[in-house]
């Protein structure tokens, strides 16, 4: 065979095995002898330089890393879709169908819902020339050099006649196995692990160094299509197939439904088999076959009516609690913490889970060995659900709170009545640890660059014993410590700098008072206008501020009767933290109104929401219930809007938000 013919063979051998593993998740090979060939590959264009073509699987990484990602205008809309939970919720869609379109039984197309993020790839005369991140719907971004990194993503389309133009539409991930492997051998090499692949896939896929993208392990699925000029498709599993023929990458898994009924049982199909899945799915997506169904159907806003995603509820694991410690917080409260055989669940791998209290633990009857049912759903922390009683072995140990601190060793105490066993260690390193961190944090005064491990190394070394320490930190003394450069080392005294210019109510916050959250130090702070009257308050004058009841009260005011407190506060107001009182508020249509705030929001972050809604006088929640005003719903809205929904809250999309801030 001549060199030609060889890589002619070689690379579409490459391509069929990237189809197999990537499209399929059917892989004939291993990776080595997958390497093997890919090896061979280069070697042979390396002597045959003239034989090089753009479309060579050697030939995806090319080009300069970018300075910055230029914009690209979808020339259709990049719609995103409703969500539904429950029975009733898909019932209801599938009647408006039918209503509309006076049909009985809908034929439906049901998709997984890839959890990755969503692509647009442009192909001109079937060659691939330009791809995009979805952005706001309307502008994304040029990720093109990225996306050529994807194996399985074709650079050229099969068949005899391309269409002069197509746009297609689909989603990019990470499966769960490539996922593990890429990790562990971050981990072994030092290097920082990603949290989950969804997260890694959008990280991956906006590097400014296509080389980057190239090493990690993205596959791409298509799922829909945009402008496309030549082509004309009846019904979606025609436009599926099509797309099939012409070498992109389809997902093989798909249920053809009739009526709500078909849907049921594809939902019920696709939920069983969810843990098998080589990758993360949160649902199922419905859409109705005919193409013509979906031009009568029209879209709102920003989804189509004729498709929905049908989520999954929060997912459940099983693992074992290795050990329960506990952890010391900056009251001194003492926290049962299990210690899990890491699981993956709702997208992350946990390790560990809060039980709160004793009494919690009791409760639940949570022993050290058991086995037990995980839960975390969307953006809430793990939560032990339930012990598996028949997989207990009589090996199990039960959880003693100690009665003496495990960090400090000062007598541990539970308060009367209450729920909460306490450090009485006056000079408790954990305590002062959580206090620090307690400061740091983005609500309070917003150090960036402060993390865990750091903060402890300041306590051990004797260089920080109170918050206002922070401020006399030097770059040359951060330097000392372990893994600290001086780039970091100079960034962190920066933000510490920048912290001092403040407002009072996170002044008030970041003291870390029992009880006092973000809610009563704004109160606070309108009320008194400044620290020292604070400080100096009676009980009855902290109790006539708003939701200030004689326990809070209490608390305060056995805070400031502490000397040590009132000499830190003092410290921090001599380091030049200089907190601003807040500007008094104008009635709008969000004062006095409690607002939740769900979803993404893509105008702002969610603490910028916050803080607008609480300089308009309103106050944000982060649960529904009857008292929520209006309940502000993001893209992909999940349990929250449709509690909302079911108690009768007001809901507002983020243009409607917009409009009333
Ligand atoms: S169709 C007009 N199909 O879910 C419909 N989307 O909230 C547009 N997604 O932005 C999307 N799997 O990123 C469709 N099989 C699938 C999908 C899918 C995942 C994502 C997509 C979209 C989001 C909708």
Redesign the pocket.
Known sequence: MDAAARIKSLRDEIARHNHRYYTLDAPEISDASYDKLMNELSALERENPALVTPDSPTQRVGGAPLEKFTKVTHRQQ??????VFDDAELTEFDQRIAEKLGTAAIDYVC????????IELVYEEGRFVQGST?GDGTIGEDVTANLRTLRNLPLELKGPKAPRLLEV???VFIRKADFVKMNEAREKAGEPTFVNPRNCAAGSLRQLDPKLTAQRPLSV?V??VGVMEGLEFATHVEKLKWLEAAGLPV?PRRYLARGVEGIREAYGKLLADRHGLPYE?DGL?V?TDSEDARKRMG?VSK??R??V?YKFPPEEVETQVEKIDVQVGRTGALTPVAYLKPVFVGGVTVSRATLHNEDEVARKDVREGDWVFLRRAGDVIPEIVKVIDSRRTGDEKKFVMPSACPVCGAKVQREEGGAIARCTGDSCPAQLAGGIRHAATRTALDIDGLGDKLVEQLILHGAVKRIADLYALTAEKLMTLERMGEKSAQNLVEAIARSKQTTLRRFIYALGIPQVGEATAKALAEHFMAPAPLMDASQEQLQAVKDVGPEVAGELHAYFAEPKNREGVQALLEAGVDPAPPEKTAAGPFSGKTLVITGTLTKMSRDQAKEEIERRGGKVSGSVSKKTDFLVAG??AGSKLAKAKELGVKVLDEQQFQALL
């Open positions: 990049m719609l995103s879709l409703a969500n998709e997984p819902k890839m959890d990755g993020l969503a979805r539409r689909g989603e699925y799922y829909e997902n799915i997506v859409k879209q989804s189509p004729w498709a995603a893209e992909d």
